[in-house]
């Protein structure tokens, strides 16, 4: 679907799945999320995820490594659903790699062709990105990628409780270039 110099961001396929589920078993991983996932989360997941590529023709796609074929999470999109929030119904964009993957540069080439397929192939004004205050990596890709942090669309996550350690959520946001 989308192809860089190192990646294939593409559909899942169902081959992709005991990939996901250990990655979202790992603790690194999982730190800012949450924690470790259960199958039944792991398949809730695809299914949002699945649902998302059939309703919108967008999702958060697998990412692989074009050299190995290997699976390394995925990058792409949703539409925020935080009810409540600043960001509801914005496109948000999102990763997740497994940690062998971090540190190689590969969120950020991924997020980068994501956005620029966004670009060309939704009417949209804006792209988000959140994630927790400790994840200082994600706030590194969001700045690599020339988002802009909005102190002014922070909130606090529906799904946390208010003094959960993740709940406090940060936002950045890009806006449609102009041509």
């Not at 990596?137 to 350690?165: C, G, K, Q, T, Y």
Request: charged fraction near 25%; include cysteine; proline fraction near 4%.
């Amino acid at each position: 679907m989308i192809e860089t110099e190192r990646l294939i961001i593409r559909p899942w396929r169902g081959s992709d799945r005991s990939d996901y589920l250990a990655s979202c078993n790992d603790g690194a991983v999982t730190a800012h999320l949450g924690g470790p996932a259960s199958v039944e989360d792991i398949d809730a997941s695809l299914a949002r995820i699945r649902k998302s590529q059939e309703e919108n023709g967008f999702c958060f796609w697998a990412t692989e490594r074009k050299v190995d074929c290997a699976f390394l999470g995925y990058c792409g999109f949703k539409i925020a659903r935080d009810v409540g929030t600043p960001i509801e119904g914005d496109l948000e964009i999102g990763w997740r790699l497994r940690r062998d993957a971090w540190g190689q540069g590969y969120a950020v080439e991924a997020a980068r062709a994501c956005l620029n397929w966004a670009w060309s192939n939704l009417e949209i004004g804006r792209i988000v990105a959140i994630t927790v205050l400790a994840n200082e990596a994600s706030w590194s890709v969001m700045e690599r990628l020339d988002m802009i942090r909005r102190p002014d669309l922070d909130f606090r996550h529906p799904n946390f409780a208010l003094d959960h350690p993740l709940s406090a959520h940060v936002t950045y946001a890009k806006e449609r270039p102009r041509s």
